[in-house]
């Protein structure tokens, strides 16, 4: 939205009639280009997240630390890209809050199973997987044998101790 603004910015004057003159000229064309670069890359997150023929929950933990980490401060940035990051990072950490199925999927994705965007969250996922993992477990005081299509026990099933396999996961 704002691009479209600014690529048709000069050609403004000529369409608008002069009570909105005053307020076109309040606007700072150099700050607006600024906003519109930063903000660049939050219109293609969005895209990003958005996608219809794929899935994206696993793409949630990556993309938010790196929109945190673009919030970062730079030496070279302006005043007003400074108040924007610090707004823009203070606000991604309060109201874009990380749901555990986002964790644990990022965890058992091939690519990203090692955190290295956001290693801080590695233990956190490894622990909601164990606890689904856990959940879905057969009970060990249960004996359940396999049985054939007809419902004759076959072979009693091996019972192995949960706490080694999930270990062995990570």
Not at 2 to 30: P, Q, S
Request: proline share 4%; net charge negative; charged share 25%.
């Amino acid at each position: 939205m704002l691009e479209v603004f600014l690529d048709v910015y000069d050609e403004l004057t000529g369409v608008i009639n002069n009570a909105f003159m005053a307020n076109l000229a309040a606007i700072d064309k150099e700050l607006l280009e600024e906003l519109c670069a930063f903000l660049k890359l939050f219109d293609e997150v969005i895209d990003e997240l958005s996608e219809e023929e794929k899935p994206t929950m696993h793409k949630v933990i990556p993309i938010r630390q790196l929109l945190l980490n673009y919030c970062d401060l730079k030496y070279e940035d302006s005043g007003e890209r400074i108040e924007l990051k610090c707004f823009v990072g203070e606000r991604i950490k309060s109201v874009w809050i990380v749901q555990d199925q986002h964790y644990m999927c990022t965890l058992l994705h091939p690519s990203l199973k090692h955190f290295e965007i956001a290693p801080n969250e590695k233990s956190k996922a490894i622990v909601l997987v164990r606890q689904e993992l856990l959940k879905r477990s057969l009970p060990l005081s249960n004996n359940i044998t396999a049985t054939d299509h007809e419902g004759v026990a076959t072979n009693p099933l091996i019972i192995i101790d949960k706490s080694k396999l999930i270990n062995s996961l990570f």
